[in-house]
């Protein structure tokens, strides 16, 4: 089995090797360089369509999916190679989805075979770009007091109220939503899964405008919009199952966006003076090769959970532990990477910062102990479903 | 190759667990601790951890051992940190054993290997100083004849005063090499120190003493040595820290105040839940570098720092919280688990502290 492993890891190392154009192994500095797909979107650069449409061709796009969904049918643990030497070779991401992160492990699991056939399809080929609509305004911490409701009415259903922290929600296509089908019973056992598409009349977004500049969230308002019954996605009332196992695959992204930076010690070495091979500032130093030393050991654990995931352990919560653990590093690592730059990392509005790429980037990170559930939920959630106190 | 155990490798945890839960419990390094043992661990009991295979698992087959692997070893060390069973594994099968693989002669070898796997304790003494500090040797060795003689005096030599013989570093034209020498040669004196763990600990020194042979490859041999001891120390290390976050998470159900189990409340719930994701980590750094060692990986140095770093800052991190979340009962001797922050002080500073180890690993990536 090992073998195989490495003679598939020596196949994909020399395809991306040869097919990465060399434009998509740099990092990545501009938000405009990810390419999200979807009906609203262009390519940035001609090198970012070649290299979507080759993995595309490669079914490397979501290589683990089962093929008639688009998928390669590869293993998780073949799955794993690929991200492996993609991260080490610095090659983007060909497509950045919350289709396949999010939306699509949630459908394979729950959703009809007609479901899955249309909506994991449009994902792989980039064609419709997903959103999602769980957090309301009087539901953040509390997810399932949400109050999104949706009236069934004949063939369809009509869904009134207000969704906020959309992310990307002006961007995107079709939205995947929490909304409340039962008042009368306990919270969690009266809540839906719907796909919604936002062209529906009805539906309409407002950017919100965040401390780092940019508007990456919207909220989703909702008025009298009629969704055709055969976009909810498993049992009426049974949408908080979806919705957890949803959200365990969200924390594992957030936990481990850690794709493709640079080492904190080459910008270290970069804006610091070295005396002797060693960095000026001892105690910069000391915290850099603990972030540093602690993200590679990190990554060692993801691994592992996939390797025990394929040996037939696994836990749910364990996803708590990614997010809160991976968030927590990258919030380090912002805090770091600022204390490095000094002066220049302030800057806002220059050439030279590509309009503050690093002070947006720290401010962003703020939010990463927040939103999936923040640091606190996720260590109730260990708290409460490993450690059973 | 998986970041999971193999069958095998499951199997020996499992019968070593069973085996150290029965024969070495807490309460038997208690009643070495308070009887005032005069070797400080008990001989019949390692003499049945030889049988079991613990003392042959790293010797290759050719020389009577099981070429189990380093794997195992950690897995065996871990669940000896679970029940701070104090005996000469580390001393002897860890470090020595070690040693002599990577620069002993074919037919020195046999002859240790065969002592080794029988349970002849064997001593490593590097450390001249309170801090460990790997290139600091003044120990020489001299020329004698055909052979050679050492000079010096080290400090917290492992079960050096119980050691039948010692693996010790000396200054050679100014290379460090490793000598084995034997413990009643002229020229030896050592001084037993307890430590605060209860182990054994010693002052050895050598005046113009006569060594029975020098090991091949120099600092190579004894750097990875050492790294292969680090790695098995955080793999010991873990195996404390599991045991010492389980009591304290049982007593976190257990232990009852204001009416309700104090698990309950959230202030304790989410430093348990920190633990356990830290812990989380250092089962995968540990479990690496033992498979790296297997492998021969050349870049040893980087794994073993990383192991001991993380193994070291989480061990104090868990020992901690578990004295203050037992509360005073916690700050008592009839209580256990005191007897784990003691363990976690020592392991800590044998071989480097994570200040050490983590400086040691911004150096080799060059800052």
């Known amino acids: ?389 | 190759m998986s970041l999971v155990l193999t069958e095998e490798q499951q199997m020996l945890k499992i019968a070593a667990k069973e085996f150290l839960i029965e024969k070495a419990p807490i309460a038997f390094l208690r009643k070495l601790r308070d009887t005032e043992d005069e070797m400080g661990y008990d001989p019949e009991l390692w003499l049945e951890m030889a049988a079991m295979g613990w003392t042959s698992l790293t010797i290759p087959e050719e020389y009577g051992g099981l070429g189990f692997g380093y794997v195992g070893l950690g897995e065996v060390l871990e669940e000896t940190g679970r029940t701070l069973t104090c005996s000469p594994l580390i001393s002897t099968s860890l470090l020595c054993a070690s040693a002599i693989q990577l620069g002993g002669s074919l037919g020195y070898k046999h002859q240790f290997f065969q002592e080794l796997i029988k349970g002849i304790v064997y001593a490593f003494a590097t450390d001249e100083q309170s801090h460990h500090d790997p290139d600091y040797v003044e120990t020489k060795a001299e020329k004698a004849g055909s052979g050679f003689v050492l000079t010096g005096t080290k400090t917290f030599v492992l079960d050096g005063h119980v050691a039948a013989k010692y693996v010790v570093s000396a200054k050679f034209e100014e290379r460090i090499h490793l000598f084995v020498v034997d413990a009643d040669a002229v020229g030896i004196q050592k001084e037993r120190i307890i430590m605060m763990d209860s182990r054994n600990s010693s002052d050895v020194s050598f005046e113009k003493t006569p060594a029975i042979c020098m090991l091949s490859g120099a600092e190579e041999t004894y750097h990875r040595t050492l790294d292969i001891g680090r790695i098995g120390l955080a793999s010991e290390m873990l195996g404390a820290t599991l045991e010492a976050f389980q009591r304290t998470v049982a007593y976190l159900k257990e232990r009852r105040q204001f009416g309700v189990s104090i698990g309950s409340f959230q202030a304790l719930q989410h430093r348990a839940s920190k633990m356990f994701c830290e812990i989380e980590m250092v089962k995968s750094i540990v479990l690496k570098a033992l498979q790296m060692i297997d492998r021969e990986d050349e870049n040893l140095a980087i794994w073993a720092s990383m192991a001991k770093v993380k193994a070291g800052e989480v061990i104090k991190l868990v020992t901690n919280e578990a004295i203050q979340i037992y509360g005073g009962i916690g700050m008592t001797d009839d209580e256990e688990i005191g007897f784990f922050i003691k363990r976690a002080r020592a392991a800590q500073v044998t071989l480097g502290d994570y200040n050490f180890h983590l400086d040691r690993y911004a150096k080799l990536h060059g800052y």
């Open chain 1, 1 to 389: 089995m090992d073998q195989d492993l490495n003679l598939f890891r020596e196949e994909a190392s020399a395809w991306l090797e040869k097919y990465c154009p060399k434009s998509m192994r740099v990092p990545i500095l501009d938000q405009k360089e990810f390419y999200w797909g979807g009906r609203k979107s262009t390519f940035d650069s001609k090198d970012q369509q070649i290299w979507f449409e080759r993995m595309l061709e490669k079914r490397w796009i979501a290589p683990h999916w089962p093929v008639k969904y688009g998928g390669g049918g590869l293993s998780l643990k073949e799955n794993r190679v690929i991200e492996e030497e993609m991260e080490r070779l610095g090659c983007r991401k060909p497509l950045l989805s919350f289709g396949i992160t999010m939306l699509g492990p949630a459908l394979l699991e729950f959703a009809t075979e007609p479901q899955r056939i249309k909506y994991l399809n449009e994902i792989v080929a980039g064609k419709i770009r997903w959103c999602q609509g769980y957090s309301e305004p009087n539901a953040g911490s509390d997810l399932a007091g949400l109050q999104t409701k949706a009236e069934e009415n004949g063939d369809y259903y009509l869904v009134n109220g207000t969704k906020v922290w959309t992310s990307y929600g002006d961007k995107a296509d079709w939205i995947f939503a929490l909304v409340r089908t039962n008042f009368e019973v306990k919270k969690q056992e009266g809540i839906s899964f719907l796909l919604i598409d936002m062209n529906t009349p009805g539906v309409s977004t407002r950017p919100i405008k965040l401390i780092s500049g940019i508007s990456p969230f919207t909220e989703t308002f909702f008025d009298n919009v009629q969704v055709p019954k055969d976009q909810l996605v498993g049992d009426l009332n049974a949408g908080w199952t979806i919705a957890k196992y949803l959200l365990t695959h969200e924390r594992q992204m957030i936990g481990s966006m850690a794709n493709n930076r640079r080492k904190l010690s080459d910008i270290a070495k970069e804006q610091l003076c070295l005396k002797n091979g060693i960095l000026m500032n001892p105690i910069l130093r000391t915290e850099v090769a603990r972030n540093e030393m602690d993200t590679e050991i990190f990554n060692l654990t993801v691994t592992r959970a996939v390797d025990e995931a394929r040996a037939g352990h696994h836990s749910g919560a364990v996803s708590s532990m990614f997010k809160y653990y991976g968030t927590e590093l990258n919030i380090q690592r912002q805090e770091l990477n600022m204390a490095l730059r000094g002066s220049r990392g302030l800057e806002w509005e220059s050439e030279a910062s590509s309009q503050g790429f690093e002070a947006r980037t720290f401010l962003r990170s703020k939010g990463n102990s927040i939103e999936g559930g923040t640091h606190e939920i996720q260590l109730n959630i260990i708290a409460k479903q490993i450690l059973k106190l």
